[in-house]
């Protein structure tokens, strides 16, 4: 009987899960379909009557092609990852410094500078706009790659310092004594034993930095000043939906071109992102 019953149980939470998933699918099922389909049927009927009425139906790859020959979106691809590679491995190559000291370092006011940087999360990016944009102003950063680079590294990196802090203090402190005793530096003990250790770790953090900066809007708007030299995929699509409405159907064609590359690095870190997620939380 209690088999049973744990038999049951398993079905009914196959049932939820598959449902929750077919849910969540559903829209982007719809924004696919949509994207092989013309303007004019677009206009006429929902992406669902290719299921009900799929003889009255024209597939077409004009969205594609309009999108990326008329658009520039190549090179507002190619604008997307400059600016999202170095927007992620920069923070992350600096929270790491910060986070291995704060956990497994003793300094003045230690504690209270992690709690600063822990109450920073919480600090919507919107209140440091004019401060910001007023400095950059002055030294010439904005509508620059590197002034993106620097907002994007001050925003992400009280996350990753505090994400990375969760992981590192849950190393053996043996390894760091053994280390210290062989003549290794901070530096040292860094890349050839807390990195290699903390890959799972480095992957979900990277996974989270990389496709907020790759799917900001906001920061690329204000910081780079919609210059075509510079504009991420981001604004170029957001550019294709006319004032009346008009071309929206293009947008679902462009997002499939924007979401390519994260879901490149989502599918090539996930073997890494549930054991990066569960760091710090169990004790081995």
Partial sequence: MLQFRQRLGRVFLHIFLISIAIIWLLPTLGVFITSFRSSFDVAQSGWWTVFTNPQNQQFTLEGYQTVIAKRSMDRAFLNSLIISVPATLIPIAVGSLA????????????????????????????????????????????????GVWLVHTGYGLPLIIYFLYSFFKELPAELFDAAAIDGASSLQILLRLVLPLSIPALASIAIFQFLWVWNDLFVALIYLGGAPDVTPLTVSLSNLVGSRGEGWELLTAAAFISSAVPLFVFLVLQRYFVRGMLAGSIKA
């Fill in 99 to 146: 986070a291995l000291a704060f956990a497994k370092m003793r300094f003045p006011l230690r504690l209270p500078l992690f709690g600063l940087i822990v109450a920073l999360v919480s600090v919507p990016l919107q209140a440091t706009v004019i401060p910001i944009l007023t400095q950059y102003n002055k030294m010439g950063l904005t509508g620059q790659y590197a």
